[in-house]
């Protein structure tokens, strides 16, 4: 018998395709023949990882063309994005299909439309969301907020606490609530994520990066509406557990500045904020001051990812001012993109202040680095009130950022309440690397996953 054969089709953003390359590289030394779909772009900028990848038999890239490749920063950019995927995959899948055995489709939750892709081909298809449960479950509940009058938002209070999310009763404020709730409830965006999120209960599975010691409450409540679910994360640390990763295992599409690891080399134990607010979050100039005079006065050596596309900004505004130069000179790195599971994992990082993308949520709390969370948008709301009040790994400031509440915060967490938030990352670290070692969830619900597929036959 041939070994199964899995589509696994990511929606072409760092974050997701970080993860579901993640997730290849476990199944294809199970046996699991894999074809990754990716666009032109991303194939191109992916060219230093596929000799890694090229070295599984079973394993090779299918690329895409024709796919929407602006920028993804704002909800409306992303529905392009959307429309444009709903458009071009029902002949892809199809033609895949048709090409060569499928013995399953694993695609991206936030593109529930794949499901109807392939109806009447046979192929079961198991989504992957790549990002928090919590997350999941506050956009899997946005129509119950609609219907229960809790949203849109009546008032101007922000923080005015969400009743009617099970699970999360009473501790979310409207502004911890996924981003797009914020806009009108016939917005197209949040209709949209709503309806694409309730569909991975028509999936023969769901899969989660999380673990069952930081989410179990809100994976049970999930498991009521998609009783298949595995949560095998932190993926990260699932490869290096099985001793997996290959080398290093970055799956970045921009180039890493590894200078940095030599800059941290020199810095004290704990002693540096590391900032980055992943691969598509934006500020505006006025944000990147105010964090910038933020960092500068807490006086601690910093380590900031400034992306080429970071800033929104017109060019004759980018001078920087005079004592912001001098301090950064004296205390701070800055790189346009960094080797960051290496640098959270570095023994001279004290704290590690971000966007609360998913992916950088995990790896912070692998390496047991507390945050200072700045949430941008979709999911990383719901992402950092869980950071400051369900695991008390750090402080979130979502919504502002002025440099004396920045510099305030930056010292309440390294300084002020650093036994505490140390001592609470150290103790969510070592579950989530229990989780993934033999005998852990994250470990037993992959080999589960693992015979799910192999059951399912060609
Ligand atoms: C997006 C969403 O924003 C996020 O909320 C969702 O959970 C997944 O998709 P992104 O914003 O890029 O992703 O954030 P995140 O999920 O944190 O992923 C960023 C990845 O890029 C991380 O794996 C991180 O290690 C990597 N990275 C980031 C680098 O390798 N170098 C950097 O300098 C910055």
Redesign the pocket.
């Known amino acids: 018998m041939s070994p199964p054969h899995v589509l696994i089709f990511p929606l072409p953003?760092?974050?997701?395709i970080?993860a579901m390359l993640k997730l290849t590289e476990l199944l294809l030394p199970a046996g699991i023949n894999t074809t990754f779909l990716i666009s032109t772009k991303d194939h191109r900028s992916l060219s230093g990882v596929h000799s890694r990848l090229n070295s599984y038999p079973g394993f090779r890239f299918h690329v895409i063309q024709g796919l929407y490749e602006g920028p993804m920063d704002t909800a409306e950019k992303l529905s392009v994005m959307f429309d444009c995927l709903a458009e071009i995959t029902p002949p892809l899948l199809r033609n895949l299909i048709l090409d060569f055995p499928v013995t399953c489709l694993i695609a991206d939750g936030i593109m529930g439309f794949s499901i109807d892709a392939v109806e009447g081909t046979g192929v079961p298809v198991i989504f992957f969301r790549?990002?928090s449960a919590c997350a999941f479950w506050a956009y899997f509940n946005i129509q119950d907020l609609i219907n229960s009058g809790e949203l849109p938002f009546s008032g101007t209070n922000m923080d005015e606490r969400i009743v009617n999310l099970k699970g999360m009763e009473g501790f979310l404020r409207q502004r911890d609530l996924p981003s797009f709730c914020r806009s009108d409830i016939n917005n197209y965006t949040l209709r949209q994520v709503s309806s694409i999120t309730r569909r991975s209960s028509d999936a023969h599975a769901l899969i989660l990066n999380t673990f069952d010691d930081l989410e179990g409450p809100i994976i049970s409540q999930i498991q009521k509406h998609c009783s298949n679910i595995y949560t095998i994360g932190p993926l990260h640390a699932h490869l290096k557990s099985r001793s997996l990763s290959k080398s290093k295992s970055?799956n970045?599409l921009?180039e890493?500045d590894k200078t940095c690891i030599g800059w941290l080399d020199q810095q004290p134990p704990k002693s540096v904020l590391y900032v980055?607010f992943?691969?598509?979050?934006t500020l505006t100039r006025d944000q990147l001051i105010e964090f910038w005079y933020g960092l500068v006065n807490s006086k601690k050596p910093f380590l900031w990812?400034i992306r080429e596309d970071l800033v929104l900004s017109k060019d004759d505004e980018n001078k920087v001012p005079n004592e912001l130069e001098k301090g950064t000179k004296e205390r701070g790195y800055l790189?346009g993109?960094?080797?960051?599971?290496d640098v959270l994992a570095h023994p001279a990082v004290g704290a590690f202040l971000t966007?609360?993308?998913?992916?950088?949520?995990l790896?912070s709390i692998v390496a047991g680095v507390p945050m200072v969370s700045w949430s941008?948008?979709?999911?990383?709301q719901v992402n950092s009130r869980f950071v400051e009040v369900v695991w008390k790994l750090g402080l979130d400031m979502k919504d502002t950022c002025d440099r004396t509440l920045v510099e305030r915060i930056v010292k309440e967490v390294m300084d002020v309440r650093k036994e505490e938030f140390t001592k609470s990352a150290n103790r969510m670290a070592k579950l989530a690397i229990e989780s993934v070692s033999e005998g852990g969830s994250s470990y037993i619900n992959l080999d589960r996953l693992i015979e799910d597929i192999k059951e399912m036959g060609v």
């Not at 992943?278 to 979050?281: D, I, K, N, P, Q």
């Not at 941008?376 to 990383?380: I, L, N, P």
Request: zero cysteines; a negative charge; glycine letters at 8%.
């Open positions: 953003a760092q974050g997701h970080n790549t990002i970055s970045s921009l890493e980055s992943g691969s598509l979050a990812v790189v993109w960094a080797p960051q599971e966007h609360n993308g998913w992916n950088s949520t790896e941008f948008y979709a999911d990383q």
